[in-house]
């Protein structure tokens, strides 16, 4: 393979990062769909699509409880919360697929490349939507029973076959628990709570000249 023909990349990812602004969430669907095996066995889907727009569309409708949830945070942060009193526990939101972070490799070659490793090693931590202060862990434990401090590491390893004109995508995520809050003053806000079980998957994209 020609030098510089294979390009790597790495976002952190926030929701407008991957789930494209510029596209509507109708149907889009993979042309193929293979398994992947990763470094501590975990398996996970293979999306293969004919265009970025397709994969976008399709990453938008996949993802939208997460990119939902994201909205409603920078909504929230555009509070200045600096001190936040008075909080009440308004019920568990459930769980959905949080902190997600992404990698990318581009093959402009015309030749497949074998085994691309994507490698992350991840650590997660309890975050909130706005500003709390110093009492609020107190409040998160005596209303949800649990340590308001919780960090998580994933650490995987993802072989990938990228096809010549192509870029291949790894996205993963924590299957992360949300608790809900509000105060009087600045309104409700979101407890993101990372858990023992994460996840990822990959798409091959076709790369457009």
Excluded: C, W
Excluded at 15 to 22: H, I, Q
Excluded at 100 to 116: I, L, M, Q, R, Y
Excluded at 148 to 159: D, E, M, N, R
Aim: aromatic content about 14%; hydrophobic content about 30%; overall charge positive.
């Amino acid at each position: 393979m020609k030098k510089g023909l294979l390009f790597f990349a790495v976002a952190a990812l926030i929701s407008t990062s991957v789930f494209s602004s510029g596209v509507s969430a109708k149907s889009a669907q993979p042309y193929k769909i293979e398994k992947v095996q990763a470094s501590d066995g975990q398996t996970a889907n293979v999306y293969y699509f004919e265009s970025e727009k397709d994969a976008q569309l399709f990453q938008k409708k996949k993802y939208s409880k997460a990119t939902t949830l994201e909205n409603q945070q920078q909504l929230s942060e555009e509070k200045n919360a600096s001190l936040m009193y008075g909080y009440t526990y308004t019920g568990y939101h459930g769980n959905i697929q949080h902190f997600f972070k992404e990698k990318k490799v581009n093959n402009h070659s015309d030749a497949p490349v074998k085994g691309v490793k994507f490698d992350f090693s991840e650590q997660r931590s309890t975050k909130t939507s706005a500003s709390v202060s110093a009492d609020f862990p107190k409040v998160f434990k005596a209303q949800v029973g649990l340590e308001y401090t919780s960090t998580h590491t994933y650490t995987i390893s993802i072989p990938v076959d990228i096809p010549a004109k192509h870029y291949g995508q790894v996205l993963t995520y924590n299957n992360t628990d949300v608790y809900k809050f509000k105060h009087p003053v600045y309104g409700g806000f979101n407890v993101y709570y990372p858990t023992e079980s994460d996840g990822y998957d990959v798409y091959i994209v076709k790369i457009r000249n």
